[in-house]
């Protein structure tokens, strides 16, 4: 079946700083891919997404490309804030834009000033 | 524009006693999903509807698990009986449907069995 694997928090960096978070899928057609932000105490709010291959999806400075050939769809940031504390969610959708997503385990992001 | 509304936000319960949980889409979104969130893990679907219709339940556990979206509208969740490894959040969300990608969450519902 399908899945998405995240890199593992948590992720501690310094404002400023370059951020990626990792993720890779394994599906067995050409699906969506999503990032989504939990702010704490908040719900899942979509970040980004891309919806075929080398499309680049972008939001508030973060960035992911759709890499086909490697099934990565990494998350980045050229300065981070400390208000990007969160965790972000990487996840996959097979089909057509009503079906459930896949999601990553989640990656908890701790920024420091 | 109101968001995806949960109630309620927080329940404590002992184990085989029933619980439910209410969800409220967005206005006009006709597609609504309900996931599973452990502690430490992504969302995982629990079911999904079509207006009043289920159409995908794969993955609803339904010896205990049941869920009812009467007029296409609200949606209640059900566990009789609870058991300890039901402690998680319960997630609903909803989306336009075929036409939109974006689905949007509600902040959940924190079960606590004891």
């Known amino acids: 079946g399908d899945s998405v694997t995240q890199m593992e928090g948590p992720v501690t960096l310094s404002e400023e700083a370059f951020l990626t978070i990792n993720c890779t899928y394994t599906a067995t057609g050409y699906p969506s891919l999503f990032w989504y932000v939990q702010y704490p105490g908040e719900g899942l709010q979509l970040l980004l997404k891309a919806t075929k291959a080398d499309d680049k999806g972008s939001n508030k400075g973060f960035e992911a490309t759709y890499r086909k050939e490697t099934t990565s769809f990494h998350l980045e940031k050229g300065s981070v804030q400390v208000s990007d504390s969160a965790v972000y969610f990487c996840?996959?959708?097979?089909?057509?834009?009503?079906?459930?997503?896949?999601f990553g385990k989640g990656t908890h992001l701790i920024i420091q000033p | 524009e109101a968001g995806v509304v949960q109630s309620p936000r927080y329940k404590i319960i002992e184990k085989k006693q029933p619980v439910a949980f209410w969800c409220n889409p967005i206005?006009?979104?006709?597609?609504l999903y309900w996931y599973l969130q452990n502690l430490g893990q992504g969302p995982e679907l629990l079911i999904r509807y079509e207006n009043e219709e289920a159409v995908d339940d794969s993955q609803l556990p339904k010896d205990r698990f049941s869920a009812e979206r009467l007029k296409g509208v609200d949606s209640t969740l059900k566990i009789q009986p609870a058991e300890l490894g039901d402690s998680a959040v319960y997630l609903c969300?909803?989306?336009?449907?075929?036409?939109?990608?974006?689905?949007?969450f509600g902040p959940g519902t924190r079960l606590t069995v004891t």
């Open positions: 969300a909803s989306s336009l449907g075929r036409s939109s990608y974006e689905q949007y």
């Open positions: 206005s006009g979104h006709n597609t």
């Open positions: 996840a996959l959708r097979e089909g057509g834009g009503a079906d459930g997503l896949t």
